[in-house]
């Protein structure tokens, strides 16, 4: 056999009780060395309990044992020091308070490197070595380093446990099975642990193909990500676009009203002075005359006087001007009163577009992967409080229970005249607008038949294609004594299901999800509709035969 390097190195020579190099070494009876302060502290702790052990292998003195400084040890630590002999390595550094001491080092103990299942203790790397070289002990099951290692003690029979109790679903040692484990379906630890095993590899299939799939998931909504990210910088690049044309499209509005306006300013103006020029001329003539008339008239000589009298009394052109009449105008106020109103009309429209344009956005919603409710009660979460807008239901339509009940009369209500009221057919509307998810139910009553729908707010007021169903703005449930209809855009699909005086409505907007329900002891799904909803909805009613009615619930 190969002879062994020794290893030396300044932690072989440390105090166990002070963990420093060693300083005036001394060595008492069992062969252990200490610092001469060390072991005197130590043994003055002892002296008031009568005894004096050794702290590394607590052997037992009867007397205080007499300390002689170790002369060699002390002049080797000294060589050892001036020769700068290295630090241990790092795979032989002493444990810490997280690590796995080796139960084998006496003193400083080193961190662990393997543990043994079958000596249930852990060595460093000096220590596990006979593990490699005695056939014996190559034969047990050495693990990584292991805190746990007595929890593999039977806690009554004190011995390895090395068997597993199906019945009683634990480990037990191979005494249990005698006593209180007699009878119970017991196998080998390695046995169960191969089963385990394959449960174990089946459920972690499970668990990385459920990684793969989110994985996947992770993956799509970061692509989502982006494609928000892009519309939503493509739709701002577009927008500022727009109204930077909407912008300039009244600055040359502006600019064109401020033209025209000089333009006929000019016109005016030049017409105005034209005529004034014209007026002082005439004034001017007229000063003239007057000038030559006073001359004559200061003629002494009658011969001159009446022979230049015709001459100049005479007026050229005509008698008598006309006085000039200016008309009680504003000038241009009324352009700044046109003006005005453009501007009102245009924040009308931007007040009731702007609305629109908001709903857009809230509207932009990325459709997680959440399941469609099924029960009831998960239905009920997102129940939505509705009431009938007056304004829409037909004059032979009666409101009750705050708007939430309508009943069909045989005369017509006092309502006012309204633009969104249903003319021909016994129909309401919601007043609140629908998006997102909702549900409400509809309790029936009095007989007759009952349309219970969604529409869209813009639907016809008048003629035959306002009836819910009958076009492509409105979805209808047509409910009667037989049994169920579903109408939409004049085509009619048969539905089969239980009669009930309730119905369910579930709306998944954003989603294009619309579903009917019979609401009794169960809940039964009557139809679904799948389609893209392009406005908000609105629920809707449609009464038909005298006393029926319909409640919102």
Known sequence: MA??????????????????????????????????????????GEDQKGIHRCPQCRKTFTARPGLVKNTMLADLVEQLKKTGVQAAPADHCYAGAEDVACDFCSGRKLKAIKSCLSCLASYCEEHLQPHYDVAPLRKHKLVEPSKKLQENICSVHDEVMKMFCRTDQ?????????????????????VERTERQRELEGSRQQIQQRIQDREKDVKLLQQEVEAIHQSADKTVED??????????????????????????????????????????????????????????????????????????AALR?????????????RHFEDVTAAVSE???????????????????????????????????????????????????????????????????????????????????????????????????????????????????KNISRAGSRCRFGLNDKSWALYCYQNGYEFWYNRIKTSISG????????YLDHRAGILSFYSVSGTMTLLHRVQTTFTQPLCAGLWILGSGATAELC
């Open 170 to 190: 634990k480990s037990i040692c191979y005494l249990c099975p005698v006593d209180e484990h007699k009878g119970h379906d017991t196998v080998s630890a390695a």
């Open 317 to 329: 052109g005509a008698t008598h001007s006309p006085s000039i009449k200016i008309r009680p105008l």
């Open 498 to 505: 239980p009669r009930s005086s309730r119905v369910g409505v």
């Open 3 to 44: 002879k062994k390097r020794v290893k030396l190195d300044l932690e072989s020579f440390s105090c166990s009780i002070c963990l420093d190099v060693l300083k005036e070494p001394v060595t008492i009876p069992c062969g252990h060395s200490y610092c001469i302060n060390c072991i005197k502290g130590y043994w003055n």
């Open 239 to 312: 927008s500022e676009k727009i109204f930077t044309e909407l912008i300039r499209l009244l600055q040359k509005r502006s600019s064109d009203v401020k033209q025209q306006i000089r333009s006929q300013q000019e016109a005016e103006g030049s017409r105005v002075k034209e005529l004034q020029k014209k007026l002082e001329q005439e004034i001017t003539e007229l000063k003239r005359k007057d000038a030559e008339l006073k001359q004559l008239s200061h003629t002494e000589d009658h011969s001159q006087f009446l022979l230049n009298y015709p001459s100049v």
């Open 342 to 456: 453009l501007r009102d009309k245009l924040q009308d429209i931007l007040r009731e577009e702007w609305k629109n344009i908001t709903l857009r956005v809230t509207e932009v919603d990325v459709l997680l992967l959440e399941p469609e409710p099924k029960s009831r009660a998960d239905l009920l979460k997102y129940s939505s409080v509705i009431t009938l807008d007056p304004n829409t239901a037909n004059t032979c339509l009666l409101l009750s229970k705050g708007n939430r009940k309508v009943t069909l009369m045989t005369q017509p209500q006092s309502y006012s005249d309204h633009p969104d009221r249903f003319t021909k057919w016994f129909q309401v509307l919601s007043r609140e607008s629908l998006t997102g998810r909702c549900y409400w139910e509809v309790e029936m009553r009095g007989g007759g038949a009952v349309y219970v729908a969604v529409s869209y």
